[in-house]
């Protein structure tokens, strides 16, 4: 749990504290004196008696008993102080913004060690050090500027970057966003944006704590707590919006099979999110405008009315809208639209954009925005994109817009573009409780995104049943490295994975007897493969569709004196279309299941889908509908589709294979050959590190 002494303490002393402003140790003690903090504070600076109407002591140790303190003084002197407030003066709350710690060199990191080890020593929290600091509804413990707007159900913004928070308040306010608390984690020495959502978890009051948050991170200590935390957050009625950066530097790696090469580091955070629920966004922009839609009622469908005076603007979002996934469908026949358009200056539109043209009236605007809400039923939520050319002043229309905003049981999104021209008016908008977006592309993307990004997966689901004992058995027998191909063998046969029946055979009399076994004929082709080189189709590694005794044996002469070949596999040749499933394992993340088209086009299409396991077959069925050749497995031209059940119920089990076997770090199934009689993997890789 969090310190009370840090959310809300009766006492906090400013040690660095400063008359000049454009000091941190000043301007925390200003952002202080002029929040809602009622209780006692206290300054300490050995040079100063006084420090903006505050009595200044000269050391700590002069100190009285003090809850919370803000330390902005220099790092070589942060632990002794840290030492004497915890020890002596009953301090548990803690806000270090000074820099010189672990991001710095390894005394830096000692020093903090020393001060986090003392503060968990006495029960305390501690935001930073490194950071810009903390604020809440109770007061401002920070040393940036400007300081928002607070309200209980405002945003609860957990960054990692102090100077990025600066920048994503700024763009906030400036559209009417508000915010309850900003925690900006620093080094996250002790607090981290994982400790952070576990208290607003717990701490959670339907009645009192606010439903959004914001997170900007650049590292994701701790994945499986912040899954739990966000997933019970967002079950709870919260939404999550949250930028992860530094994705495609650390993902790159060199890697040993496929899986490794797509399993990049922002692939597995996509699929943390996606599992968690929260909505991933990529920029500054993109985040805030997400919060502020998580600001308005939910939207319950994609179908959407564009109100507008301005035709670019609602062409522009139509399109995004429509490219997104959402419907901007067509009102011209609706039977309610002759009425509407009998009120609207001849040469309007209802065909959705519904269009009252430039010189159209608030009067008019609310006639369209009732017919949305009780007339048009098929339409979920609206768009209206209001702006002013700069010849009259639109509250009029603003101010009918927020009566209609209060009324409407329909999600109304307000697009006021006129940030120059009318500034007056909309400032005044925002003044009401209202929140602007000024950018109706921006707006659209945002709620695609909401809309599309699933709820929270079950934290305990329903997997395929397979032999476990066998999976141990076969594990603990073998060494770290890649499987052989019996051993990989019994791994998929006991987890119940379709897999192709073959041999592996290092005489040529052995290929001959199997040939002869199985029939090899038209009717019944063989395919021979080396075993031994990674990717056998450069090598020249693979033949198909080997009819004839005669081939079997010139086959196998030419295979075996491949480089690395230490055998051939052999099995009667299948058909259908190539797909695929990898896992790989991350020592943070756990397991990554990976599916998508296969073969050789995996690495040119990287058309896969990826999700955190355990994943069910259901789950896995739905992520296949996002792939771009969908379309491809459900058969095109006159080619065979893929079984999609029998594909998701493989995805699935190999999802409880890794789950049963941990110490499998890389596996491929490529490729699985899908029609619609079976889904059979007819190459794998498996590699062991236990």
Not at 185 to 194: D, M, R
Not at 216 to 222: A, C, H, L, T
Not at 270 to 286: P, T
Not at 529 to 549: A, E, F
């Amino acid at each position: 749990m969090i310190a009370k002494e840090l959310l809300n303490p009766k006492s906090i002393v400013i040690c660095g504290a400063s008359s000049d402003v454009h000091k941190p140790g000043g301007k925390a003690l200003w952002n202080l004196l002029h929040s809602p903090f009622k209780g006692q504070v206290y300054a300490v600076n050995p040079k100063e008696t006084e420090v903006q109407g505050v009595k200044c002591y000269a050391k700590v140790d002069d100190l009285p008993q003090v809850d919370c303190a803000i330390l902005c003084i220099a790092a070589k002197f942060c632990a002794q102080t840290v030492d004497v407030l915890a020890k002596e003066k009953g301090t548990k709350g803690f806000i270090i913004v000074s820099a010189g710690f672990s991001e710095e060199n390894a005394e830096g990191a000692a020093i903090e060690k020393h001060i986090v080890d003392t503060i968990n020593s006495v029960g305390g929290s501690l935001i930073g050090p490194n950071c810009t600091g903390f604020l809440n509804t109770n007061y401002s413990g920070c040393f940036d500027a400007p300081i928002p707007p607070l309200d209980p159900k405002g945003v609860d913004f957990i960054t990692g970057s102090g100077a990025t928070a600066v920048f994503i308040k700024e763009y906030g306010m400036s559209n009417g966003l508000k915010f309850n608390s900003v925690w900006a984690v620093g080094n996250s020495a002790q607090l981290g944006i994982e400790d952070v959502l576990e208290h607003l978890d717990e701490t959670f009051d339907p009645e009192k704590s606010s439903r959004v948050i914001m997170l900007y991170m650049e590292k994701i200590g701790d994945p499986q707590r912040l899954l739990k935390h966000s997933r019970s957050l967002i079950n709870k009625g919260c939404h999550i919006a949250a930028i992860k950066s530094g994705g495609s530097a650390a993902g790159s790696r060199a890697a040993s099979s496929h899986t490794g090469a797509l399993a990049t580091n922002d692939a597995a955070v996509d699929a943390l999110f996606r599992k968690a629920g929260i909505v991933r966004c990529q920029n500054r922009q993109e985040l805030t405008t997400v919060c502020a839609v998580f600001m308005y009622p939910e939207i319950k469908g994609k179908r959407c009315a564009i109100i507008t005076h301005a035709g670019g603007p609602a062409v522009m979002l139509t399109d995004v809208l429509s490219n997104g996934g959402m419907e901007v469908p067509s009102l011209k026949e609706h039977p309610a639209s002759p009425a509407l358009l009998e009120k609207l200056f001849a040469g309007s539109s209802v065909g959705n954009p519904i269009d009252f043209l430039a010189t159209g009236t608030a009067e008019q605007l609310g006639y369209i925005i009732d017919a949305v809400e009780n007339d048009y039923t098929d339409i979920d939520f609206s768009v209206v994109i209001f702006g002013s050319p700069g010849l009259f002043s639109n509250k009029e229309v603003y101010d009918l817009l927020d009566q209609k905003m209060k009324t409407c049981k329909k999600p109304i999104f307000p697009v006021l573009p006129s940030i120059i021209n009318v500034k007056e008016e909309i400032d005044e908008f925002i003044a009401k409780g209202r929140i602007n977006f000024p950018e109706e592309c921006v707006l659209g993307n945002a709620i695609c995104k909401v809309y599309n990004t699933p709820k929270p997966q079950p934290e305990h689901v329903e997997q395929p049943a397979i032999d476990v004992a066998r999976i141990r058995k076969t594990v603990e027998r073998c060494k770290d490295g890649y499987m052989e191909i019996s051993d990989y063998n019994e791994l998929l046969d006991a987890a119940g994975i379709s897999r192709k029946k073959s041999v592996e055979v290092s005489k040529k009399e052995d290929a001959l007897a199997f040939a002869k076994e199985v029939g090899c004929s038209k009717e019944v082709p063989l395919v021979m493969k080396v075993v031994g080189p990674l990717h056998k189709s450069d090598v020249g590694g693979v033949t198909l569709g080997v009819k004839d005794l005669d081939t079997v044996a010139k086959e196998f002469d030419r295979l075996i004196v491949i480089p690395e070949t230490y055998a051939v596999e052999m099995y009667p040749m299948l058909d259908g279309t190539d797909v695929y499933i990898g896992a790989i394992r991350d020592p943070k993340f756990g397991h990554q299941i990976f599916f998508g088209l296969g073969g050789i086009f995996i690495e040119v299409l990287k058309d896969v889908q990826s999700a955190l396991a355990p994943i069910t077959a259901a789950e896995a069925k739905e992520m296949l509908t996002q792939l771009k050749g969908y379309k491809i497995l459900q058969g095109v031209r006159g080619q065979e589709g893929v079984n999609l059940d029998l594909y998701a119920e493989q995805v699935a089990r190999v999802s409880a294979l890794v789950q049963a076997a941990p110490e499998i770090a890389e596996m491929d199934l490529n490729p699985l050959l899908g029609n619609p009689r079976y889904v059979t993997a007819v190459d794998a890789r498996i590699r062991l590190e236990k």
